[in-house]
Each structure stands twice: as structure tokens, then as C-alpha cells.
């Protein structure tokens, strides 16, 4: 019974990984399973309404013993659906029963069990979930001295004015979220390209950059609209995903540039980068190729595949890497500030220039905080109907990052004419003496 324990200890994490990163796949599975001796194989979750509808079709089945002389029970091995709820359960249900198999459980919903199918002929069965809940679909093996070899093809969909709905039931809203926020990216390009025209003698690189930005963030929100707009008519995305993949590496990309470049103060209090802010470039560019890369794994394989959780680790990792390599540079200008402001006499502009690049760090760290610590919580916690509202606080966050960016990095007229008097000066001066909240 340990074993089995450990296997739910275990299944666990994956499961919270999958309900908290967001990521595109079609809900029309084709998955090869190749000697594998896993007591369970989780293919995949699904909110479902009322009368949704599991489709499974098995080819191709065969096994072999890593122990000799073992003696298989086809009756031990199996497909099944299984609620987050049922885990307790199980574990008690486990501890209690002799030869406990999970396959066997009363609290798990059955789709078919090995000794009913015919190995010379393909498998095709349906059921229909009168329950609605979100399940996960699993694949059972009580002999794990036995590896399996089979073909595997899954539908699940819900019914909805008599068609299929491939999207599970939280995530019905996506399509028009995400479009309703690619209008709104395309009216701030405009708005953006209008601010920049308008103020052409102080428009710098970094503000074409932020630009370009823009304008690769808005097509990432368009193809991820229509990549979930197909899944659920047709269960796959017809090519959307490749786009939306694409768009993503180059909106990962163009975000932590134009973050480290801000937080360097490229363009905005200097011409140029030092060879420090230059190695955090040449960190988080090739980590931010190869968390693209994860991605693309993660999305076309699913969490079916033996290696699956590793490069979900991998995703993760490399995250936490970028997000933290960002905050060097915005600590190395806020203390350069603070050193000049010693120095040079200009106690006033300086205080302005801490003020912003303190509330620049802040909005950062909370930004980056809520979007990969607080939605995954969150995002595992709320009811799968409402999986939807996760996805759009991201984005509303996503927008107002890029707002306070925009708003306070815009190229803006330097007036000659500005002059601070001494009493002016002399309490910036003193301000910047007194307060140690500028020390990090």
C-alpha cells in the first residue's frame, strides 16, 4: 500500500501544475505510450458541464514482463476518470482493502478496463459524464512488473445547442477575452505611434522597441484567441498554435529586454550599457529561447509522456531565472542615482528620477509576483467553472504593467527653461539624506 501513497504524493503536483499553466492544446489527443511500467499515466483534465462526453479509442495493445514467469490480469489494468475530491477517498479506500487496485475503486468512473478488449482489433467506447465536475483521465496499471505499449486517441468535449464544445467548461469565454484585449492592444499601439509622432525630436531606440512590443503582444493575443476559437469548434487548433508559439518566443523576448533595458536606464539617463547589463542580456535572452522551447514540449506532448513534468520543472525554472536576473539592473541604477545625488548637486532631479525607478521596481516584482505566483495559487484553488476570471486578471495585470511602463517611459520635451529654487533643491537634499527607503 506505500507505493500506491506514494504514487498519489506524486500525481499531485502534476496535477496542480496542469491547472495552473496556462497553455494551448487541442482536446483531441493522439498519444503513443511505449513500454511504460507507470502505475498511473495521467492524459489529461477537463471541467465538464452536464452531458459531456469522454471518447476513447485504444490500437495496438501489448505488453511484456520485466519479471519472468509473471502472470498478467488484464482486469488490473485500465482507463478511468477521476475526480481531485476522490483522492482522500482512495487513500483511505486503499488502506482498508486487500489487493487494493485503483482500477477496481468504486470512487473512480470507469471507461474500460483491459479484459474487455480484443487485441486484434481496435477498442472504441463513449461515455457520457451525467456528473459534471473536472476530471482527469488516467490510465491504471496494478501489475507494474508489466510495461505497456499502446495507440491512444481521446475526445472530450461538452454539448452545447447540439454541438460539440471542445473547450472545458471554464474556458468557454477565452475566445472573446482574449479578443477584447487584442482590440485593446491595438488601440494603444495607435495611441502609442500618435504620442511618439507627436514628440519625434525626443523619441529614442528604446521607445521604438516599446513599440514593436506592443504591436507583437497584440498578435500573440489575436492568435491565442483564435488557436482557442478552433479548439473549440473543431478540438484542434489547425495551425493557430504554431502562430501563437511564435508570437510568444518574441513577446518573452521583447518584455525582459525592454524591462532590463528600462531598468538599465538605456536611452533615459544614459546612451549606452556597461558590460554588466550587457551579461544580463546575454542571460536572459538564450534562457528566454529555451523557456519558449519548454513551452512548445510542454503544449505538443502532455503530461502522457514520461518527461513531461521534467520539462514543466525545466519551464519553472527557468522563469524564476529571468524574473530574478531582471531586478539587477533596476537595483544598480536606483544605487547609481543615489551615489550621484551626493555629488553632482541636483538633489531635486534625482529624487524625481529614484522616485520613478523605485516605483518601477515595485510595479516589476508585484507584476511578476501575481502572474506567476499568485494566479497559479489562485488558479488551483477556484472552481473550474470559473477558470476563465484567472486568465483575465492576468491580462488586466499584463495591461496595467504596460500602462505604467508607457505612461512613465514616454518620450516626453525637456524643457531648458526648468529651474529648481534653492529651498527646492535643499529639501530634495535633505529628503534624500533622511530616507533610507532607497536602500535595497
Known amino acids: 500500500m506505500g507505493s500506491f501513497h506514494l504514487l498519489i504524493l506524486q500525481l499531485l503536483p502534476v496535477l496542480c501544475i496542469i491547472s495552473s499553466i496556462p497553455f494551448s492544446i487541442s482536446e483531441i489527443q493522439n498519444t ?194 483564435e488557436d482557442k476559437s478552433f479548439v473549440r469548434r473543431t478540438g484542434t487548433p489547425h495551425g493557430w498554435d504554431v502562430a501563437f508559439y511564435i508570437f510568444s ?65 525545466l519551464f519553472l525554472l527557468i522563469d524564476i531565472v529571468c524574473c530574478c536576473a531582471v531586478f539587477f539592473p533596476i537595483i544598480w541604477s536606483i544605487r547609481s542615482l543615489r551615489e550621484a545625488s551626493k555629488t553632482d548637486g541636483k538633489a531635486a532631479r534625482n529624487l524625481a528620477k529614484l522616485t520613478l525607478f523605485k516605483q518601477f521596481y515595485i510595479v516589476v516584482v508585484g507584476y511578476l509576483y501575481f502572474t506567476r505566483v499568485v494566479a497559479s495559487a489562485v488558479g488551483a484553488l477556484i472552481d473550474y467553472k470559473i477558470e476563465w476570471v484567472m486568465t483575465a486578471a492576468v491580462e488586466g495585470a499584463s495591461l496595467g504593467f504596460y500602462l505604467f511602463i508607457f505612461c512613465n517611459f514616454q518620450p516626453t520635451e525637456k524643457n531648458p527653461y526648468f529651474v529648481i529654487d534653492d529651498e527646492e533643491e535643499a529639501a530634495a537634499a535633505k529628503e534624500l539624506e533622511d530616507d533610507d527607503s532607497f536602500e535595497l
Request: proline share 4%; with cysteine; hydrophobic share 45%.
Open 249 to 313: 518566443f518574441l513577446k518573452g523576448i521583447m518584455l525582459f529586454t525592454v524591462i532590463v533595458l528600462i531598468g538599465t536606464g538605456w536611452s533615459f539617463l544614459k546612451p549606452y550599457l556597461q558590460d554588466r547589463e550587457k551579461k544580463v542580456l546575454m542571460i536572459v535572452i538564450p534562457l528566454q529561447v529555451l523557456e519558449n522551447l519548454a513551452t512548445v514540449v510542454i503544449n505538443e506532448t502532455g503530461p502522457a509522456t514520461k518527461d513531461w513534468l521534467t520539462w514543466n520543472q
Open 32 to 225: 503513443r505510450i511505449e513500454e511504460d511500467s507507470r502505475p498511473m499515466i495521467l492524459f489529461e483534465q477537463f471541467g465538464f458541464a452536464r452531458f459531456g462526453h469522454v471518447s476513447i479509442s485504444i490500437k495496438d495493445v501489448s505488453w511484456r514482463s520485466r519479471q519472468p514467469n509473471a502472470e498478467l490480469n488484464p482486469s488490473s489494468m485500465g482507463f478511468f476518470l477521476l475526480r481531485e475530491s476522490s483522492y482522500g477517498k482512495i487513500l483511505n479506500e486503499s488502506e482498508y482493502t486487500e489487493h487494493f487496485c485503483v482500477v477496481w475503486s468504486r470512487y473512480v468512473k470507469l471507461l474500460v478496463k483491459f479484459d474487455q478488449l480484443n487485441l486484434n482489433a481496435t477498442y472504441n467506447g463513449t461515455i457520457i459524464v451525467d456528473d459534471p465536475d473536472e476530471y482527469s483521465l488516467v490510465f491504471g496499471n496494478c501489475q507494474p512488473e508489466f510495461e505497456v505499449s499502446m495507440d491512444v486517441h481521446t475526445e472530450m468535449y461538452n454539448m452545447k445547442d447540439g454541438r460539440k464544445d471542445f473547450l472545458p467548461a471554464g474556458q468557454t469565454q477565452l475566445p472573446t477575452i482574449y479578443f477584447i484585449f487584442f482590440i485593446i492592444y491595438s488601440i494603444f499601439f495607435l495611441i502609442w505611434v500618435f504620442i511618439c509622432f507627436k514628440q519625434r525630436p525626443t523619441v529614442d531606440k528604446i521607445h521604438l522597441i516599446m513599440g514593436a512590443l506592443l504591436i507583437v503582444k497584440a498578435l500573440k493575443i489575436l492568435c491565442a484567441s
